[in-house]
């Protein structure tokens, strides 16, 4: 089965920071998607990286990097030069497996995330 | 492009009553899931469409069900509606981008939130 644990239920950081979000994934496939999502007050999920397990490089996507940690099955998500825009819950989610379905998702508990000024 | 759309945003409803929620995905993209959203489950994957038929079911009773349609909108139907039922309903629509590697990647509406009373 798969799993994703965030055990950071929430996360402060000042503006113009970075931080660190936490992520670590199990599964049994040896194939297998991680992505990060974040959902502002206004419910709609937005994506934000991806990693792929046979990926080369650790992800990055602009103020978005991911620490990725293939044997200690982490996958952590670094936000540079935090902004007060960027005050939301963050998810890490695991595309399903192959006799699962590929579309589906599972979902950690999230992170909420808060930048003061 | 149009991102994706759900109708309604907001709804109240009854125990015992049933809900019809309707999701326009991105246009050109075949596969729709929906997830439920509670505080105390989290993030839950209901079930997938493509192509008009069900791909993947996730574990939930058979009150709730789905469809979707030649033109790739779908709805999704709770019958006899409990309190539990009460959360914010996600409705995304898939595709496979560069960014990814060819993982499908979904993105997200920004939901309907069912309050049942």
């Known amino acids: 089965a798969q799993k994703i644990t965030q055990t950071q239920p929430g996360m402060f950081v000042q503006e113009k920071e970075a931080v660190t979000l936490d992520c670590t994934y199990d599964t049994s496939d040896p194939s297998y998607g991680l992505f990060w999502y974040k959902q502002p007050s206004s419910g709609e999920m937005i994506f934000l990286i991806y990693q792929g397990s046979y990926d080369q490089q650790n992800a990055t996507e602009g103020r978005y990097s991911l620490n990725f940690q293939k044997a200690r099955k982490s996958a952590n998500l670094v936000i540079s030069a935090s902004q007060l825009g960027d005050s939301a819950m963050y998810f890490c989610?695991?595309?399903?497996?192959?006799?699962?379905?590929?579309?589906?998702?599972?979902f950690g508990t999230g992170t909420r995330l808060l930048v003061s000024p | 492009k149009a991102g994706v759309t759900q109708t309604p945003r907001y709804l109240i409803k009854t125990r015992g009553q049933q809900v019809t929620l309707s999701c326009s995905p991105i246009s050109g993209h075949r596969s729709v899931s929906w997830y439920q959203q509670t505080p105390g489950q989290g993030l839950q994957f209901l079930f997938e469409y493509f192509s008009e038929t069900q791909r993947n079911k996730g574990n939930f009773p058979g009150r709730f069900s789905g469809r979707q349609f030649s033109n790739s909108r779908s709805e999704m139907n709770v019958s006899t509606l409990e309190l539990g039922d009460s959360a914010l309903y996600l409705c995304?629509?898939?595709?496979?981008?560069?960014?990814?590697?060819?993982?499908?990647?979904?993105?997200f509406g920004p939901g309907t939130r069912l309050l049942v009373l």
């Open positions: 995304a629509s898939s595709a496979f981008i560069r960014r990814t590697g060819g993982s499908p990647t979904q993105y």
């Open positions: 989610a695991m595309r399903g497996q192959r006799d699962t379905g590929f579309q589906k998702l599972v």
